[in-house]
């Protein structure tokens, strides 16, 4: 279970959230909408230990551990998994390689045993496959030259081989194409466990018509303003998000 | 002689002077007239220039004669004991296995019970040690020695061919391609401090092709000087890919000067790693003298601590449509101080040509220094050339999604750094080696191999 409760947290100067509690309980799926600029974003990066913003109050708890005390890569041995709006390019790391340095860095610290290359590249193709993820694709620099859809589809391969007990999926339907959408989505749906949670931030309701979430939250002005069930991102979709200070029609 | 030229002389410009006078009777080939006639004018040469001081442009950044306190005696063959573990230890397991024509060159001689030269001679190359060759310098060596883009202006290379007393001279004939490299080991001894001036002399005749490598490591020796000089004349539609690791022990000064001179339609492909050394220099000379022609002279550059490397380049197009290409990569940690000078020069005739040329550092401290300095000197009209250097740090947001993916800071340092040379070593064609430099580099991060 993730816990969160009166979150403040700025960057630089700027305060950006102001006091958000949220509880997401273990095998449930919430998301998180609002208007651009609500602190939906600052959200996933505070959670993913971004060290670019500061937490001035408040408590994050996971699974009864403090998430705040921890850095980046203890968060995800932990099992909170970001999959990033936009993933980095790094040129000169296969992406395979990266794949593999990933999945057992957090193996070797969960205590689980490392995966020899043979046992790696069958579980990897397997979970490509899944994904509609081209092997080829993954002998390529990480990110370098893959299309949006390839990005995201790889951001959930990831998730996939990491395991999260957390996954929080950043705006992961931005830039994506309907088909492409539908092949994220299907991809974390399969992920869906009674152990896993995730916390899906989108500002459109397009994407939790394909994630049909338990919850529905509304961020505005870095705090939850109204939560509800799935028939509140439908609402949002007619209404827009004027009342939450954003632009009065929602795409 | 004359001494006028220069009014003052150190206290190093003046032993490397007493250097010569009392090694040279003794110097291999002193009774040959073409050897002893070449030292002569060397160290004339030499005298005239001194050593080089940072008032000397092309030594701006690296103030040799400041560095250079004094010189210890020549280094004296003692029959250093080494095996395969000494070898490993010198030059990375990797390296020291690589499959190849070996020959080692121990305390500046050549040892013939370190080297395996088995089927070189029968596959047609001419090889040996360059001090027996030059008690009788057959007519190939002749014609090369001290001659590939001869220069007045660098006191290194003329203190090597003054005291040039080891190496391999190597001419590979007509035609023959080798398929397996050869590798030339360069290590010190475990004696005192010395000086050592090692000469490879390399001669591709036309459509000759081979891979060369060098490795320069440490027995232990504390104090190490090195001027260590290689001389490549490539002939027409020749290809030699030329390569260097460079791990010294942390005292020692290595000069290193490459010359190659590249006839027509022939490939030059040079590639140097240096890790080691308090100092090292690593001057690059090419020059192009047959049209369509191509060259890729690449390198990586990863010190700390106060070390101090500078990668000195001068390409030269004298004829028309040939292309040359480099890349340098440098990771600088601690206070260490990484210099490139890279000159491209175009004359009036080498129309079309294309040159380009790159030059990145990544600094991993506050205190590390890269210094840059290209420079074109353009005299034909139709060409197409270039340059850039950058230098930066580690990249927040990359590093923030590697540790996200769970790897640990230092472990997703290590791998941005890695993927930053490991463009550079690219240039090396062969496999085994790239995964050496690779490992190599993983080693210098301590971190385990990929």
Not at chain 2, 100 to 107: F, G, N, W
Not at chain 2, 319 to 343: N, T, W, Y
Request: glycine share 8%; aromatic share 6%.
């Amino acid at each position: 279970m993730l816990e969160i409760k009166n979150l403040h947290a700025k960057i630089e100067d700027r305060e950006i959230l102001k006091g958000l509690d949220l509880t997401v309980p273990a095998g449930e799926v919430h998301a998180i909408m609002g208007p651009n600029g609500s602190g939906k974003s600052t959200l996933a990066y505070v959670l993913a230990g971004k060290d670019d913003y500061e937490v001035t109050d408040g408590s994050i708890t996971w699974k009864g551990q403090d998430l705040l005390e921890m850095d980046p890569s203890e968060r995800a041995v932990a099992g909170v998994f970001l999959a990033f709006q936009y993933p980095m390019e790094i040129p000169g790391v296969a992406t395979m390689t990266f794949l593999r340095s990933a999945t057992n860095a957090v193996r070797k610290a969960r205590g689980q045993e490392e995966l020899s290359t043979p046992d790696f590249l069958r579980l990897v193709k397997e979970k490509a496959k899944d994904l509609k993820i081209d092997i080829e694709m993954l002998r390529r620099p990480l990110n370098v030259g893959f299309s949006g859809g390839e990005k995201k589809r790889n951001e959930i391969l990831q998730m996939a081989l990491l395991e999260p007990g957390l996954g929080v999926l950043d705006e992961t339907d931005s830039g994506l194409d309907i088909d492409a959408l539908r092949v994220v989505a299907d991809g974390v749906n399969a992920l869906r466990s009674k152990e896993r949670s995730m916390l899906v931030i989108t500002h459109y309701q397009r994407l939790l018509n394909y994630i049909v979430p338990d919850k529905v939250h509304v961020m505005s002005d870095g705090r939850i303003a109204r939560s509800g069930g799935p028939e509140l991102a439908i609402e949002l979709e007619k209404s827009g998000y004027a009342e939450f200070g954003g632009e009065a029609t929602a795409a | 002689m004359d001494l006028s030229v220069q009014q003052f002389r150190s206290k190093a410009e003046q032993e490397l002077l007493d250097l010569y006078a009392k090694a040279e009777s003794a110097l291999p080939g002193a009774a040959n007239p073409f050897v002893a006639e070449l030292r002569k004018n060397a160290i004339k040469t030499y005298a005239g220039l001194g050593l080089p001081h940072r008032r000397v442009e092309a030594w701006k950044y690296t103030d040799l004669r400041a560095r250079m306190e004094e010189i210890p005696p020549l280094i004296a063959a003692l029959g250093a004991s080494v095996g395969e573990p000494e070898l490993e230890a010198a030059l990375g397991k990797r390296v020291a296995a690589f499959p190849a024509y070996r020959l080692v060159v121990v305390e500046g001689e050549l040892r013939v019970d370190l080297s395996d030269m088995t089927g070189l001679r029968e596959a047609g190359v001419e090889v040996g040690s360059l001090a027996l060759m030059l008690e009788m310098p057959p007519a190939w060596l002749k014609e090369t020695l001290g001659q590939v883009n001869p220069r007045e202006d660098d006191a290194v290379l003329a203190l090597n061919t003054a005291l040039m007393t080891g190496g391999v001279a190597l001419r590979l004939p007509e035609g023959l391609t080798l398929q397996k490299p050869i590798h030339t080991v360069h290590l010190d001894g475990t004696g005192d401090p010395a000086s050592t001036f090692t000469r490879n002399v390399i001669v591709a005749e036309e459509g000759a092709s081979a891979t060369v490598l060098e490795s320069y490591g440490t027995l232990g020796m504390q104090g190490l000087q090195r001027n260590a000089v290689t001389e490549l004349k490539l002939g027409d539609k020749s290809t030699i890919r030329h390569i260097k690791l460079q791990c010294e022990a942390i005292e020692t000064i290595h000069l290193n000067v490459w010359t190659a001179s590249i006839a027509a339609d022939a490939r030059y492909n040079a590639f140097q790693a240096s890790f080691g050394a308090a100092l090292a220099r690593n001057q690059l000379y090419v020059g192009f003298d047959g049209e369509g022609s191509a060259t890729d002279v690449s390198g990586a550059t990863m010190i700390r601590g106060k070390q101090h490397c500078d990668t000195t380049l001068v390409v030269e197009h004298r004829v028309p449509a040939c292309v040359s290409r480099e890349l340098f990569k440098l990771v600088l940690d601690d206070e260490a101080r990484g210099i490139f000078q890279g000159k491209v020069i175009v004359l009036p005739d080498a129309q079309k040509t294309d040159g380009k040329q790159m030059a990145q550092a990544l600094l991993l401290s506050e205190t590390a220094e890269f210094d840059s300095k290209p420079e074109l000197e353009i005299f034909a009209d139709d060409v197409v050339c270039g340059h850039g250097a950058t230098s930066g740090q580690i990249d927040e947001d990359l590093l923030f999604y590697l540790e996200s993916r769970g790897l640990p800071a230092p472990q997703a340092r290590a791998l941005l750094i890695q993927a930053f040379v490991g463009e550079a070593f690219e240039v090396v064609e062969d496999e085994g080696l790239r995964e050496g430099f690779a490992a190599a580099s993983a080693e210098w991060l301590g971190v385990a191999a990929e």
